[in-house]
């Protein structure tokens, strides 16, 4: 799977090590940014890029990491296509894709360790969605909601 990661200035110390893993787990990572530190950045600019390669079939998924996760999931989620949650916890980062469909991880680098982290990355990267019918079912209720918009 291709893998777009990006991070604004909150989660910028991180990106490195995710981008690492993602390659060690036998996945192509598309690092968007930041490729600096700037304390000036803004996270809906970084959310935009992954949402954009998710939205124009040049990633399969993403993640996005910012200080708090919660900005780049909020900013992500505006466009089309795009299902993105911030997780802290292992299980919603594999059932947000097994259940949901999820296709972007937001991370709070200031919430999650570096350990914790690579533990939510290996677990949203190995699930599959089920396609139960129930699943598929909500999913099916979340993309006309986005339609109607």
């Keep these: 799977m ?3 990661v990006a991070a604004d200035h909150g989660g910028f110390p991180l990106k490195q090590s995710v981008l690492d893993l993602v390659r060690q787990l036998g996945h192509q990572a ?3 940014g930041a490729h600096q530190f700037d304390a000036q950045d803004d996270y809906p600019d970084f959310a ?3 949402a954009q390669a998710i939205q124009h079939g040049q990633a399969q ?3 996005i990491i910012c200080g708090s996760g919660v900005g780049a999931s909020v900013a992500a989620n505006k466009l089309a296509g795009v299902r993105a949650a911030v997780c802290h916890d292992v299980y919603s980062a594999r059932q947000g894709v097994e259940h949901d469909d999820m296709n972007v991880l937001c ?3 200031r919430v999650v360790g ?3 982290a690579m533990e939510l990355v290996k677990a949203f990267l190995a699930a599959e969605f089920s396609g139960e019918q129930r ?3 909500r999913l099916e209720k979340v993309i006309g909601m986005e339609r109607a918009k």
């Design 2 to 4: 291709n893998i777009a």
């Design 114 to 116: 570096d350990q914790l």
């Design 48 to 50: 935009r890029y992954v």
């Design 107 to 109: 991370l709070g680098a």
């Design 61 to 63: 998924r993403g993640i």
């Design 30 to 32: 598309s690092d968007l």
């Design 135 to 137: 699943h598929r079912r």
